[in-house]
């Protein structure tokens, strides 16, 4: 079947950006091949550059992936897979930014296209004029599906990370709570989730933390609404 990959950059807050890649087969995704990038190299807010270093990355894997024997324990499946066509989220300067790290794919007889937003402009490299295609046929349907599950998957990624950090950095600053009790807490819960969750009781029971300690935090707790 075709295979459809889509890259869409997404960065929320200005402090993370990140990256993702969906991938569709006979017109229908496959999510076991999706992937994701944290995006390490560029400033927050150059999507050009964003671009251009995922789809090194891409590309890159598909290099070391590809050579790998399908019964290493090491191979990915998904990155060794070469598609026919990589769709860009957005318009002629993340194409541009694109051409160059998909040479390879090229060369492979890869096509590469980029979907702008705004009118879904359809942009194909050598050709400054975008093709506008009618918004009921079934080739722009397709196209938009995959890029709007890229971004949908993108901002997903992303809101977990963002979630994440503020739960971390909210066990930093409970009361009384200083390294060691954040590791007996985390060890006897599993997750900064599941401390925030816990009830009185459950904090009363963890192990090294005294009762007086663990009624502060439940009250701190309780009176931030976490």
Same mark, same amino acid.
């Given at each position: @079947?075709?295979?459809?990959?889509?890259?869409?950059?997404?960065?929320?807050?200005?402090t993370h950006?990140?990256?993702?890649?969906?991938?569709?087969?006979?017109?229908?995704?496959?999510?076991?091949?999706y992937r994701r990038f944290t995006i390490r190299e560029v400033d927050p807010g150059d999507d050009y550059a964003a671009m251009a270093e995922v789809l090194s990355r891409r590309y890159a894997q598909w290099e070391t992936q590809?050579?790998?024997?399908?019964?290493?324990?090491?191979?990915?499946?998904?990155?060794?897979?070469?598609?026919?066509?990589?769709?860009?989220?957005?318009?002629?300067g993340q194409l541009a930014a694109g051409l160059e790290p998909l040479a390879g794919f090229r060369e492979r007889g890869v096509a590469v296209v980029a979907l702008a937003k705004r009118i879904e402009e359809v942009f194909t490299p050598?050709? @400054?004029?975008?093709?506008?295609?009618?918004?009921?046929?079934?080739?722009l349907q397709l196209l938009q599906r995959v890029r709007d599950e890229a971004h949908r998957f993108a901002i997903t990624h992303h809101r977990s990370r963002r979630d994440k950090a503020m739960t971390e950095s909210i066990m930093d600053d409970l009361p009384g709570i200083g390294p060691a009790r954040k590791r007996a807490l985390l060890?006897?819960?599993?997750?900064?989730?599941?401390?925030?969750?816990?009830?009185?009781?459950?904090?009363?029971k963890v192990p090294g933390l005294p009762q007086k300690v663990a009624r502060d935090l439940y009250a701190h707790l309780n009176k931030t609404g976490r």
């Open positions: @079947p075709v295979r459809i990959e889509c890259f869409d950059i997404s960065h929320v807050g200005g950006t990140v990256a993702s890649m969906v991938v569709f087969e006979g017109g229908a995704p496959k999510k076991s091949d590809n050579e790998r024997s399908p019964y290493d324990a090491e191979r990915d499946a998904s990155f060794a897979a070469l598609p026919n066509l990589v769709v860009i989220d957005g318009g002629k050598g050709d @400054p004029k975008p093709i506008v295609l009618p918004h009921d046929t079934p080739e060890k006897h819960f599993g997750s900064p989730e599941a401390v925030l969750a816990a009830s009185r009781e459950e904090l009363e």
